[in-house]
Each structure stands twice: as C-alpha cells, then as structure tokens.
C-alpha cells in the first residue's frame, strides 16, 4: 500500500490567496483526520470524518478553513483567504474502524507571505 | 482539557538507553501512542498501549505506564544515531477511531557520539 498521500508536498502562497490541500486515505480506511503542526501550538486536530462525513470540526480556527470528503478516497482542507499566521505543516491521517493505529501522510508545507 | 506534556530535549550517547517521558491529564485516556518524526517527514506510528496494560515491548523499544500517576514512558535501548527524531507522546479516548489523537509538544531525542 502506497500509505497517505498529500499533495502539494510544499505550497508558498501570497496573503489572500485560497489554497486547497488534499488527501488520499489509505484504501479501505474509515476515518480521515486533518492536523496542522506549529512550532507554537504542536500538533492539533483540526477535523475528522467518518465514512466521508464530518464528525469533529470543532479544531477548525476560523470560517476560513472548510474541509470535505466527497468520496472515500478524498479529501480536501481549503483555506481562504489565507493569512501568513496559517503558515504550518498540515498532515492527514486515516484509520480503520475497530483498529488502533492511526497512520499519518508526509504532510503539505504551506508558507503564506 | 486535555493535556499532554513532554520535555521538549534529551541527550544521550550512542549506545545508551534513552528513556523519553510523558505525561497525561485526561483521566479517560484509554489508548496511547508514541509517534517518531524525522526532520521533513511525517509522524511514524512505533508502537501504542492499551490503559490496562503496564508494559509492551517490542525489539528496542520498552513503553511504561503508570496509569496511577498518568506517566507514560519510552525506553530505546541501544540508541543509535538513526534515533535522532522529534518523538511524540499521544493519548486517545477511543483508539477505534471515534475521535483525534492530542499530542505532546514532542521530545527532541539527540544522539552524542
């Protein structure tokens, strides 16, 4: 299996430009998670789904981020507009239902100027 | 709420055991974690505990519960330098999935010749 798959690995935009992230789940895999990683705040949840609905977006830090799961095998985190203060690495994670281990992407580098 | 907490450094030889501490305030924790990030990629799931347990190892690694005083401890014995890695403590209420994982701040882990 090729794991969790994000892309942009690595994205520079301008303050008040949208950016989409996106994700592959592991196939299979019942749950999707987005985290954003600071070197201020760590690593913190900002939404999950289950079998592509939205169960916990109360991580979410403004209505200027929205997440969606159109189908089982994507996922998206749109910010916009951005702001420099969104600069962070945002990772996916998927997990089986009924198992234990949550498995993380390699995450997407965003740096808004 | 919850809360993780780590030491954000630690310094061993090669060769020597570390031993990275965490603890925990979330007294329904019931599934946790220890996470490995190695510089630009993402967070590597090494191994996890059950609540009712009070050790697992597995090769290298020894995890350490103390539920009683909420401490959870990883021991790698003979460190080496493909140690070198931010680690991450983590806690989850349901491992099946039914919520995020909260994570420490992490523990810079560096190896000394």
């Known amino acids: 299996d090729a794991g969790v798959i994000q892309s942009p690995r690595h994205e520079v935009t301008e303050m008040g430009q949208e950016v989409t992230l996106r994700c592959k789940p592991i196939?299979?895999?019942?749950?999707l998670f987005w985290y954003r990683q600071t070197m201020m705040r760590g690593l913190e949840l900002l939404i999950y789904?289950?079998?592509?609905?939205?169960?916990?977006d109360s991580g979410m830090p403004e209505d200027r981020f929205s997440a969606k799961m159109p189908n089982a095998s994507f996922s998206t985190l749109k910010i916009q507009p951005s702001e420099p203060r969104d600069s962070a690495v945002y990772f996916c994670?998927?997990?089986?239902?009924?198992?234990?281990?949550?498995?993380f992407g390699p995450g997407t580098r965003l740096t808004v100027t | 709420g919850e809360d993780v907490e780590q030491s954000l450094f630690l310094s061993v030889r090669e060769g020597d055991s570390s031993v990275i501490n965490c603890t925990y305030t979330?007294?329904?924790?019931?599934?946790l974690y220890w996470y490995k990030q190695e510089p630009g990629a993402g967070l590597q799931l090494l191994t996890y505990?059950?609540?009712?347990?009070d050790m697992k190892q597995d090769q290298r690694l020894t995890v350490l519960l103390n539920k009683k005083d909420k401490h959870l401890s990883l021991r790698i014995a003979d460190t080496q330098t493909g140690d070198s890695a931010i680690y991450f403590c983590?806690?989850?209420?349901?491992?099946?999935?039914?919520?995020?994982?909260?994570f420490g701040k992490g523990t810079h882990l560096i190896i000394q010749p």
């Open positions: 505990i059950f609540s009712n347990m």
């Open positions: 979330d007294s329904s924790s019931t599934y």
């Open positions: 196939s299979g895999h019942d749950y």
């Open positions: 994670a998927s997990q089986l239902a009924g198992a234990y281990e949550q498995y």
């Open positions: 983590a806690e989850s209420d349901s491992g099946g999935g039914a919520d995020g994982l909260t």
């Open positions: 789904f289950n079998n592509n609905v939205p169960i916990d």
